[in-house]
């Protein structure tokens, strides 16, 4: 069906070829910065992998005959997962949709062995039962307030992609096509333990985002606090090299004076962006 229905609208090969190529070799969407760790790849490519999906029956050759370039595709964008979704809740299985094209099936049949999906499940078990034993921990009453987000970022963030990873990859897969694998994935994780730790993600990233939206919101009135207290320490270094100040042993040193002068001059000088850069 997609292959003939395309068809009725042809499109220039070398266009086709040249989207492909693009779509196997750069991060199209930036994902990187939402998804950096090299084990978290397939999503951080998942909306170009579903485009890519669509794109290659423009080019039903490769599906076909192009066993190199299927690999690749294979390879990079399906390793570890076989059902995508296309489109607004649309979800495709890749072992059903491609057993009818040789080089995209052979290259599909690569990664869906026994020991690969069961290797990709157990990783995936063990970052769901991570996932929700941080989060718990950070649920607890009294642990996220704006000094344990500030301290703690890199954590939560990580606790929070690896939380979305796992689920993505759960939801996805439960339902495949092939009997036994359905099964098993079904028998590691019910039901209530997805939804369980799909409420704790969910309760976790509205805490974190309030957190952060309330820091931002009050990070000029802190900034400015912050450099006022700092000018003033600063003006007090220096008046204490004047040696008029009383209980001082500290002798008149109009170098320091000077030194500790010019900087409370540049700190009161300093700008919003200057508390921006100093906190990054």
């Keep these: 069906y997609p292959e003939k229905f395309f068809n009725r609208f042809p499109i220039d090969p070398t266009l086709v070829r040249s989207v492909i190529s693009t779509l196997l070799s750069d991060d199209v969407y930036l994902g990187a910065e939402s998804f950096p760790a090299p084990e978290h790849a397939s999503t951080r490519l998942a909306t170009q992998a579903g485009m890519l999906y669509v794109i290659l029956y423009f080019a039903p050759g490769s599906l076909g005959g192009d066993f190199a370039a299927m690999r690749q595709a294979v390879d990079k964008h399906f390793s570890d997962n076989w059902r995508i979704p296309i489109h607004m809740g649309f979800v495709v299985d890749l072992s059903e949709q491609w057993r009818y094209y040789p080089a995209a099936k052979r290259a599909l049949d690569n990664i869906m062995t026994l020991s690969n999906v069961t290797r990709a499940a157990d990783l995936n078990l063990r970052w769901c039962t991570q996932a929700s034993r941080e989060m ?141 850069g100093g906190g990054g």
């Design 136 to 276: 718990r921990g950070f649920l607890v009453e009294g642990v996220l307030g704006q000094k344990f987000v500030l301290a703690n970022m890199q954590a939560l963030m990580d606790c929070m992609r690896r939380a979305n990873v796992c689920l993505r990859w759960r939801l996805l897969h439960r339902k495949c096509a092939q009997p036994k694998l359905r099964a098993m994935l079904e028998a590691q994780v019910s039901d209530q333990e997805v939804m369980d730790l799909l409420l704790l993600s969910a309760q976790l990233e509205y805490k974190v985002k309030a957190l952060v939206a309330k820091l931002l919101a009050s990070k000029e009135q802190a900034w400015q606090g912050l450099k006022a207290r700092c000018a003033a320490r600063l003006r007090e270094l220096s008046d204490c090299f004047t040696g008029n100040k009383a209980l001082t042993r500290v002798r008149r040193d109009e170098r320091m004076m000077s030194w500790f002068g010019r900087l409370a001059a540049e700190v009161e000088a300093l700008g919003g962006g200057g508390g921006g």
